[in-house]
């Protein structure tokens, strides 16, 4: 059993969110062993990220994020997260295959999957917009007020990529809801609290389409999300298997007595597959289990405690990188991704040849190291923290830095390890017309990597960001412990529901929660005259307008564009009548 503490939009509040785990921890007697963030984390690493970031300059605040990645403080549980749409996208970028941001915080790059003590997660950043979602990753510092959005948007090679996953996911993480959730949780109680839902979720708009694909396909055990600022509880039950569930959670943001966090007692899988020595898969269910590693013994003797606490690559999200390569698109041109040519579809699935010769590869050794490297001046404010008055002089310094061009577009050290490896592209590189690893290069800064340790930290002096501050009290913590047993206190004779919550089987239609129709990518879009601001809270999120589709029907044993579909109108008379 693992215990595990899950988290909205974060924005930025760390010190808060360790403080309420540490308190919640005292009370329980437990310890919190992994928190996971769904999005809105916000890296940021000194005031020249601010100008990456979407929002007003007015709401500029520099957060907790710089004294972890000064090291002034080491975050005191691993943290993995997802990027939400308010980021430190230039940072981010660095990372697009996940990374390390700073000691024992995790970035899962534009969609990736890690292991921890046997649970397999799984997880994509960013929203969806209809208009860049069939792009390449054409964005880069610095950006302009267009990219600056367009940058965090959820990409079509993104969703390709989970969905040749073939075995088992635990937990999947996502900043926006899969559409059509809302129908298998207390929707009533949604629009209740939300009442500028309504229209979207009667006309089955609200949430992203390609999550939804996901969600049907993968069928998770547990989706966690954020995004919409709600707490909302529900249950898929999955026609293929019958006997397979997804526990879905949204959490609100991190504010005092707000549901932004959750505790959660997690089982590993029953049926992991393992590698042998030769690197063959075995195990009872060897062809559709999780390749569980954390067990592969290393040359190290390590403690099993020690060993339970390291995060690890996942074998099969590594072969599906390398066989996608190949589809890896940084320009504004629509991707053409298989099946939208007229050719003949073949799956991009790991194979067992696939995972031995990444087996072979990491010699099976799949922890990941802690190769974190500091890119960029860490910050050193004047003042201990900074409030809403200063904004406009931190908005000041943000600019002016931002100008004398103090943070360049970089090439990340750990994402050039990783191409090395796998000889895959590296976005960053070939965007500053480089190649994509330099082994020299990498082999150099190994052996010089002792001396250049505080190559990183710059003084005032010289990066105009004001002295070092002292260790900042803490916030008062959430009060208690939110309880997903009460959350939907209105059934009571609910049998074999999650969370206290009513279990709603799903629609006896083929479409919904296990799809067909799919279509092609869409036409290319003029972007250039589609706005694209972000909902603030209190206003209306902006409609999805699905287009079209066209006949074609999927074949589980081979690949797919997940796309938007429509869901049977059925759904939609329900919600009304409910």
Not at 24 to 47: H, I, S, W, Y
Not at 126 to 151: M, W
Not at 214 to 231: E, G, I, S, T, V
Not at 447 to 469: N, R, Y
Request: aromatic share 10%.
């Amino acid at each position: 059993m693992v215990r595990v503490c899950v988290v909205g939009c974060l924005h930025g509040q760390l010190d808060r969110v360790y403080a309420d785990i540490e308190m919640m921890d005292r009370e329980a007697g437990m310890k919190t062993e992994l928190v996971l963030c769904c999005g809105d984390f916000q890296a940021v690493r000194n005031p020249v990220d601010l100008q990456s970031l979407s929002v007003p300059p007015k709401y500029y605040e520099m957060g907790d994020f710089y004294r972890y990645y000064s090291e002034e403080v080491i975050a005191p549980i691993l943290t993995v997260f997802v990027g939400g749409n308010h980021e430190a996208s230039n940072y981010l970028q660095e990372l697009p295959y996940g990374g390390w941001v700073a000691p024992n915080i995790w970035y899962m790059g534009y969609a990736g999957v890690v292991q921890f003590a046997g649970l397999r997660i799984g997880g994509f950043s960013g929203i969806y917009k209809v208009h860049d979602y069939c792009l390449g990753h054409f964005e880069h510092p610095p950006y302009n007020e267009a990219t600056k959005r367009s940058v965090y948007h959820l990409r079509s090679l993104e969703v390709f990529r989970l969905g040749q996953i073939s075995r088992r996911l635990d937990i999947m993480l996502s900043h926006d809801w899969p559409r059509g959730i809302y129908h298998y949780g207390d929707t009533q109680r949604l629009l209740m609290r939300k009442r500028h839902f309504r229209a979207e979720v009667e006309a089955n708009t609200l949430g992203s389409p390609p999550a939804e694909q996901l969600l049907c396909r993968l069928r998770p055990r547990f989706w966690f999300a954020a995004h919409l600022h709600c707490k909302f509880a529900a249950v898929v039950q999955h026609r293929d298997p019958p006997d397979r569930q997804t526990k879905f959670l949204a959490l609100d943001k991190c504010l005092p007595s707000r549901d932004y966090l959750q505790f959660l007692d997690i089982e590993p899988d029953p049926s992991p597959a393992a590698f042998d020595t030769e690197g063959n898969v075995v195990g009872a269910d060897a062809e559709h289990g999780p390749i569980i590693v954390t067990n592969i013994a290393t040359e190290e003797e390590e403690e099993e405690e020690d060993a339970k606490k390291k995060l690890f690559i996942d074998p099969e999200w590594m072969c599906i990188l390398q066989s996608t390569n190949q589809f890896l698109s940084l320009t504004q041109i629509p991707c053409m991704l298989p099946g939208q040519d007229g050719k003949p579809i073949r799956s991009y699935s790991a194979t067992a040849d696939d995972l031995k010769s990444i087996y072979e590869t990491f010699g099976g050794i799949f922890s990941l190291p802690h190769n974190f490297e500091r890119t960029a001046p860490i910050y050193k404010p004047e003042d201990t923290s900074y409030r809403r008055r200063d904004n406009q002089k931190l908005a000041k310094l943000a600019e002016v830095d931002a100008r004398n061009q103090k943070q360049a577009f970089f090439s990340n050290p750990q994402t050039e390890l990783l191409c090395a490896m796998l000889e895959l592209t590296n976005p960053n590189a070939a965007l500053m017309g480089k190649a994509s690893y330099n082994l020299s290069e990498m082999t150099s800064r190994i052996m010089t990597k002792d001396e250049d340790d505080g190559d990183g930290v710059v003084s005032s002096d010289e990066d105009g960001f004001g002295p070092s501050p002292s260790k900042s009290s803490r916030t008062i913590p959430n009060p208690e412990e939110i309880n997903l047993d009460d959350v939907y206190e209105h059934d009571p004779g609910s049998v074999g529901g999650v969370y206290g919550s009513e279990t709603l089987e799903a629609p006896m239609n083929d479409n919904e929660y296990n799809p067909e129709p799919v279509v092609k990518n869409p036409e290319v879009i003029d972007i250039d005259g589609l706005d694209d601001e972000e909902v603030e809270e209190n206003e209306e999120p902006e409609a999805y307008e699905p287009h079209s589709l066209t006949g074609c029907r999927i074949d589980p044993g081979v690949t797919y564009n997940p796309q938007p579909m429509n869901l049977n109108e059925s759904i939609v008379e329900r919600s009304k009548t409910k």
